[in-house]
Structures are given as C-alpha cells and as structure tokens.
C-alpha cells in the first residue's frame, strides 16, 4: 500500500493548525476552524480553508491570518517539522454559509406555502 505524502501532510496540517488557532490566537466571540487543507503535490504550497461563525467576521478574521502569517508558519514549522515546510495560503471557506443560505430559502418558501 502506498501512502500519498501531501494527503498525510494535510491530515498534520489540519490537526495541528487548529490546535495553534486556539491556543496563539484570540477571536473574542467567534469561531475559527480549519475545514480543510490543500497541499500541493511538490508540497511547495498548502491552501488552509478556514471557517468562521458567524459570518460577518470572516473580513477581520482573514486580515488577522494573514498578519499573523509568518508567526503561524514558524509555530507549524516547529510542531511538524517536515521538509519541505509548505508555504501556508489562507481560503476562507464559504460551504456553511451557503448552506444556511439554501436551509433559509428552502424554509422561506415552505413557510410561503
């Protein structure tokens, strides 16, 4: 059985971002989850989605990351240390808040009828 480098790179990435989000970084009433991570095959570049509830802070949040970017990287460097260390990109991921979107149409309509 053969093993997919950057597959198990993204499964460490996503355990261990997450952890990092809650313990280096303060959101005061919202919640920041790392929903996925895409690492590229040459492992050069990893595309973090992040989630926010609720929505109306997803703007301020994704500025924070990327500030806080450098200092992110050197804490994942740090835990995993794999080589090489994928450059880490932020994604917000939008798949909740369009869900809830569709749940308030369809409700919407259900209620209409």
Partial sequence: MRFHRPERVSDLIIEEFNKIIVHELEFPGTLVTVIDVEVSKDLKVAKVKISVIPPEKTKKIFTALNLAKGR????????????????????????LEQAADIEKKLLDEYNKE
Wanted: hydrophobic letters at 40%; charged letters at 35%; a positive charge.
């Fill in 72 to 95: 992110l990287q050197f804490l994942l460097h740090r835990k995993l240390n794999i080589r090489p260390m994928p450059r880490i990109e932020f994604e917000i991921d939008r798949g």
